[in-house]
């Protein structure tokens, strides 16, 4: 099992939808990232969070620590918002540094 | 502009070669990560260094190595080249392991 679950991994939606995309993790991360890469491959860190609530313009990510789970919304999509969008989690360790794990990503397609 | 620098950005080479990756992180930040990201196995976490330190390993293979200078740019080696390390290879910085971290705009790795 990994230990960042993604869903779902395509999506298509109409410009103007709400759109959630989820993520499920393991215990143990110390922070939840969101990533957006976009067809030429430049990935962009959106979120980075580790209780609550951020949000960034149509943007927001959410995440409930006790069930191990986080949400990212967008809100009026655009076409432009079009990619693929990455939920990682942070493990740190005193002696071992930290590392990202990534789920598997979930390709968005906004049709105009 | 993430104002992490990637050289080069594209790399063809053939089996059996060795080839050497460099990264520039963000002005102030002492983490650098590096990242695999092919077609059939997603984006994995090779190796991070925090101020010239190897601090954590994921799934880098023997025939990869990497290094932090005293200016904390980075270099990934990458030897004896098969196939199967065709992809696209991330750089990443952060201030330190607890911060979001930027990512480079990778270098894409093709072996013939």
Redesign the interface.
Known sequence: KNEVEQSPQNLTAQEGEFITINCSYSVGI??L?W?QQHPG?????LF?LSSGKKKHGRLIATINIQEKHSSLHITASHPRDSAVY?C?G?W??ET???????G??TQLTVNP | D?GVTQTPKHLITATGQRVTLRCSPRSGDL?V?W?QQSLDQ????LI?Y?NGE?????NILERFSAQQFPDLHSELNLSSLELGDSA?Y?C?SSVD???????G??T?LSIL
């Open positions: 110390s922070a990232h990533l491959g430049g990935i962009v860190s980075m990455i990682a942070t740190v360790r071992s540094g930290s590392r990202l794990t990534f598997e990503g | 993430s983490s990560y990242y997603g984006l994995q976490f991070q925090y190897e601090r954590a390993k994921g696209l991330f990443a392991p607890d911060q979001p971290q930027h990512f705009d990778g894409r």
